[in-house]
């Protein structure tokens, strides 16, 4: 079982910057692929990046260039730099675990509102 916290959101201006982290606590957290994922009012939920347990990481078209996935297996700890950010990367931010040989160990966190107003 492992359990995700997400935290580092906010209010930004445009052209701003944000770290989320996504915390983990259970066990054998390198063992995990881990993604972000957002979701905005009324859209479905989309990947944003995503880092393998051995650092591979990938991005979805949007985001290249200016976000950046990174991981610390010491703290069980996944973040996602933001950079330059814009109204239409508002979205509640979501942090997810899976195992990478067990898929059915596949776990969520709460999520954490980002919002980029001027």
């Known amino acids: 079982q492992v359990q995700l916290v997400e935290s580092g959101g906010g209010l930004v201006q445009p052209g701003g910057s944000l770290r989320l982290s996504c915390a983990a606590s259970?066990?054998?957290?390198?063992?995990?692929?881990v993604g972000w994922y957002r979701q905005a009012p009324g859209m479905q939920r989309e990947l944003v990046a995503i880092i393998d347990p051995d650092g591979t990481t990938n991005y979805e078209d949007f985001v290249k260039g200016r976000f950046t996935i990174s991981r610390d297996n010491a703290r069980d700890t996944v973040y996602l730099q933001m950079n330059g950010l814009q109204p239409e990367d508002t979205a509640v931010y979501y942090c997810?675990?899976?195992?990478?040989?067990?898929?059915?160990?596949?776990?969520w966190g709460q999520g954490t509102q980002v919002t980029v107003s001027s």
């Open positions: 259970g066990s054998a957290f390198g063992l995990y692929a």
């Open positions: 997810n675990a899976k195992h990478f040989m067990i898929g059915s160990r596949n776990y």
